[in-house]
């Protein structure tokens, strides 16, 4: 499968906002979850957010609650980052998997390897 293609990062200072986008046309089954991840240089890739196409049932880490919002619109994935922190400075990454067995958007995405290149959001004080 080919690899997602994410766009929208950029710079901004605390209390900006970006939206992320990625393109998940070769996820359209209605069984996948779709979400987002993001690393920092020498830390491990961390799950940010996940939907489920077919119910739009969405879920978030617990220090992105109630500031990014997680979307989708056909085979477009979107991430709308608001109120945003120093430490929300990441390269940020978009995935899909098929939720299958797993109980969980979260633990379906954890599978998925085909990871893309990202894209950067900083955010300075």
């Known amino acids: 499968q080919a690899r997602p293609v994410e766009s929208g990062g950029g710079s901004v200072q605390t209390g900006g906002s970006l939206r992320l986008s990625c393109d998940v046309s070769?996820?359209?089954?209605?069984?996948?979850?779709r979400g987002w991840f993001r690393q920092t240089p020498g830390l491990e890739r961390e799950w940010v957010a996940g939907i489920y196409a077919r119910d739009g049932t969405r879920s978030y880490a617990d220090d992105v609650q109630g500031r990014f919002t997680i979307s989708q619109d056909g085979s477009t994935l979107s991430l709308q980052l608001d109120s945003l922190k120093p430490e929300d400075t990441a390269m940020y990454y978009c995935?899909?998997?098929?939720?299958?067995?797993?109980?969980?958007?979260?633990?379906?995405?954890?599978?998925?390897?085909?990871w893309g290149r990202g894209t950067q959001v900083t955010v300075s004080s």
């Open positions: 070769e996820y359209t089954r209605s069984d996948y979850c």
């Open positions: 995935a899909a998997a098929l939720k299958g067995v797993w109980g969980s958007c979260r633990l379906a995405l954890a599978t998925f390897r085909s």
